[in-house]
């Protein structure tokens, strides 16, 4: 099985620059894959480098592109967290591919980080879940649309009911 690992930016890649300011660097997942000592046959590929509150409806097609043309049929988004459920959302309907999108709270580079945790959850999940689009968050493996940042908390939550 291949699994296509997308990077989108996001507080996962976060970094401080030496003038002290958050910027987003290289995608993390390569590292944290490779201390996993994995024997999958995963790719990483950068799709943007952004903050998640500035990604548009234009970057959320080029991901939405993306995915449909891997040839892999298993796809991890990293995102940042802010629209992560956004971007979700605007992936469901996307078929014939399992995806699964996570992030972090605590960027990847710190020690108090959720990263290596989120992305391990995203990897088996894409593994054992049928097709359609998924978060991997907080522990939990929900579908899009079902799933709520809760700010106060910093973590993901299921949708409450209406």
Partial sequence: MRILVLATGGTIDAEYSLRGEIEVGPPMATPILERARTVLDVTVESVCRKDSR???DADRDL???RVQAA?????????GT???TTT???LRGVTGKVVVLTGA?????MSDTDAAFNLGLAIAAVQTLPTGVYIAMSGRVLPAGA????HTRGLFIERPAE
Avoid: F, G, M
């Fill in 54 to 56: 500035d990604l548009d």
């Fill in 88 to 90: 979700a959302e605007h």
């Fill in 63 to 65: 991901i939405r592109r």
């Fill in 147 to 150: 799933v709520v940042k809760d």
């Fill in 105 to 109: 709270i605590q960027p990847a580079r």
């Fill in 82 to 84: 802010d629209s992560l």
């Fill in 71 to 79: 040839d892999a049929e298993h796809v991890v988004i990293t995102h």
